[in-house]
């Protein structure tokens, strides 16, 4: 190609077109300093109390008429030099006054982007865009912008993600969704009365409260202890209510999409062939309605809850669509720890259980809350036996898969010459299984 040609290309290149957040944004932005002084006043109440004593109507009006004015200033600013654009091959976001940042994040390495709706965002219109990008440690985002205008940002970078041209990806628009599974508030309602960590802080707080007044008779010292605790139960409970409230999962030809929130909304997605573990989590108060509780990993993203609550057949058949050719092995299936493993862990040890398909490795743990984690094959990054002094003496090891979540599933005191053929085999089979697996790809 000659240099006359390369100019002509890049002055046939479409202009950059850079945009501006929602004008909204600054009101959210301008809290960041009366933020700063709130900060300062819960960390020292004390100090706090006697700067506010010292101050006369005239000095709390003059601070006021300071500080109200360089928060809208400071929100104003940080909205003003905060842009971003859509290129050829990449997503820019460009921000700051004085130290600049601009973040250039490749398409092709978007896997997932959420839309997010605050409250507040919700009666105002606006919405919040998070990306999931591959190698990123946290989320960038987009906050805030037009509701409307983030649904059609979103299909457009999803589209562009997936390999359709720049002048094509418009005309994409958003994938169509068909729904899976709507969890009703009751039956949400009903397990978080079931789960035994709210009736377990509440029982702790029930016990401790009345020892500690009875120890100290100051009122101080016991709501210093009661409150975290009836906090706890609170977010275990009600704060899960208001988080997972409406759980409707749909699937989609860019990934799997939730939807969530009672206050605040959470449209989610869960990228294909991005899934590197599942677990179905099965507390003991919900087996007699069989029901269990669906986690995820998954790589480079922080979306880990598939579905907070679901019949046991019904929950089978969503992992079926997230793992391909994968099926949930039957209790009786899993193989527990030889007898002498109860030396290493007294009555626990009944709660460990392994078996290997062709397309999975499977390893359960826990006896009052089981949990069965699935591993596909193709996932598995390295394979571990470890084994301690006192393992070693009763013959059993452990044996880990890493997968590319940074997270590890355990099939715990498998005898030891099990374990060791297990890790030969194992490797075989993630080897095999990564050469055999399909390319991730969206919107096939």
Request: aromatic share 6%; glycine share 6%; charged share 20%.
């Amino acid at each position: 190609m000659t240099a006359p040609d390369v100019h002509e290309d890049v002055r046939d290149r479409p202009p950059v077109t850079e945009r501006r957040l929602h004008p909204i944004t600054p009101f959210r932005r301008a809290w960041a300093p009366v933020a700063v002084l709130i900060g300062w006043a819960v960390h020292d109440p004390d100090q706090a109390q006697r700067q506010l004593t010292r101050l006369t109507t005239t000095t709390l009006l003059i601070g006021l008429a300071v500080l109200l004015p360089a928060a809208a200033l400071y929100g104003f600013l940080t909205w003003w030099f905060t842009h971003f654009a859509v290129t050829g091959t990449e997503l820019r976001i460009r921000t700051g006054l004085l130290f600049r940042r601009t973040a250039h994040i490749r398409l092709e390495r978007i896997q997932a982007i959420d839309v997010t709706q605050p409250l507040l965002a919700r009666v105002a219109g606006v919405a919040k865009l998070k990306l999931d990008v591959i190698g990123a440690d946290k989320k960038d985002e987009l906050a805030f912008l037009g509701a409307d205008e983030a649904r059609v940002l979103r299909a457009e970078l999803l589209a562009r993600a997936a390999g359709f041209a720049p002048e094509t990806a418009h005309e994409v628009g958003e994938a169509p969704s068909r729904r899976m599974v709507r969890v009703p508030p009751g039956v949400l309602a009903v397990s978080l009365l079931l789960t035994g960590a709210t009736w377990g802080w509440l029982v702790v707080a029930c016990v401790a409260v009345p020892l500690l007044w009875t120890a100290t008779h100051s009122l101080w010292t016991v709501l210093a202890a009661a409150v975290p605790m009836l906090g706890a139960a609170g977010a275990s409970s009600v704060g899960r209510f208001v988080t997972e409230y409406d759980w409707t999962l749909g699937e989609s030809p860019d990934g799997l999409r939730i939807d969530h929130g009672l206050l605040d909304r959470a449209h989610e997605t869960v990228p294909p062939g991005r899934v590197q573990t599942v677990r179905l989590v099965e507390p003991l108060l919900w087996r007699r309605r069989g029901w269990v509780r669906v986690e995820l990993d998954v790589a480079g993203s922080s979306n880990s809850l598939l579905l907070p609550v679901a019949p046991r057949e019904l929950a089978e058949s969503v992992v079926a669509r997230v793992l391909p050719g994968v099926s949930v092995p039957p209790p009786e299936a899993l193989v527990r720890p030889p007898r002498r493993a109860r030396w290493c862990v007294p009555v626990w040890w009944r709660g460990y259980g392994l078996t290997v398909t062709d397309a999975v490795f499977a390893a359960r743990h826990g006896l009052l809350r089981r949990s069965l984690s699935l591993v596909p094959h193709a996932k598995v990054q390295s394979v571990r036996l470890v084994q301690g002094p006192w393992q070693r003496a009763r013959g059993v090891a452990d044996v880990h898969v890493d997968t590319g979540a940074n997270k590890s599933v355990t099939a715990r005191l498998r005898d030891a010459t099990e374990a060791a053929s297990l890790l030969r085999a194992q490797a075989e089979r993630s080897r095999t299984g990564r050469r055999d697996a399909r390319p991730d790809r969206w919107m096939a």
